[in-house]
């Protein structure tokens, strides 16, 4: 077993109580999250455009040791953009092998979960705690967005904050 398998595959752990669960477009990927985001954000980075095809990502924050994966741990391909490299070396992006769907983004500590991959009923219903609380690196925006979050030119709080 592997260092992902034994962090997020673990079947030893009586405690962990599944709160919201996620899957890859196919269904072939699925796993839960065992607590709420630790917060959520809107990222606007040139390599999120690139590796999402689209002008942002939306990610909802949550701790590794909240993340059990239930199904298709085979199907799982990892990706460095900082190296371009098809590997997992943390930070990476997390897809389905099969689908191609990304999955998140897996920091050293945090995992970065992408809200729309969650079920969250028909018609959704998206929880508070998964909407963002503010854009990041909204200086390589695409398009401006008046939504009054609070936007960031790099990572929130430690960078410049833009009016």
């Given at each position: 077993m592997d260092e992902f398998e034994k962090l997020f595959a673990r079947t030893d752990d009586t405690n962990f109580e599944a709160r919201y669960e996620a899957s890859c477009h196919c269904g072939s990927v699925r796993y839960h999250v065992g607590s709420e985001p630790v917060d959520a954000k809107i990222c606007h980075c040139v390599m999120c455009q690139k590796l999402h095809g689209a002008p942002m990502q939306w990610a909802a924050i949550?701790?590794?040791?909240?993340?059990?994966?239930?199904?298709?741990?085979?199907?799982?391909?990892?990706f460095n953009g900082n190296l371009n490299k098809a590997a997992r070396i943390l930070p990476c992006k997390v897809s389905c092998s099969l689908c191609g769907a990304l999955l998140a983004d897996?920091?050293?500590?945090?995992?970065?979960?992408?809200?729309?991959?969650?079920?969250?009923?028909?018609?959704?219903k998206v929880p508070e705690t998964f909407k963002p609380t503010c854009h990041i690196f909204y200086a390589a925006r695409v398009f401006d967005m008046d939504d009054g979050l609070p936007k960031w030119s790099g990572h929130s709080e430690v960078s410049a904050r833009l009016e």
């Amino acid at each position: 077993m592997d260092e992902f398998e034994k962090l997020f595959a673990r079947t030893d752990d009586t405690n962990f109580e599944a709160r919201y669960e996620a899957s890859c477009h196919c269904g072939s990927v699925r796993y839960h999250v065992g607590s709420e985001p630790v917060d959520a954000k809107i990222c606007h980075c040139v390599m999120c455009q690139k590796l999402h095809g689209a002008p942002m990502q939306w990610a909802a924050i949550f701790h590794k040791h909240h993340v059990r994966f239930r199904a298709g741990l085979d199907h799982l391909r990892f990706f460095n953009g900082n190296l371009n490299k098809a590997a997992r070396i943390l930070p990476c992006k997390v897809s389905c092998s099969l689908c191609g769907a990304l999955l998140a983004d897996e920091g050293r500590n945090m995992w970065l979960a992408f809200p729309s991959l969650f079920d969250f009923g028909t018609p959704p219903k998206v929880p508070e705690t998964f909407k963002p609380t503010c854009h990041i690196f909204y200086a390589a925006r695409v398009f401006d967005m008046d939504d009054g979050l609070p936007k960031w030119s790099g990572h929130s709080e430690v960078s410049a904050r833009l009016e």
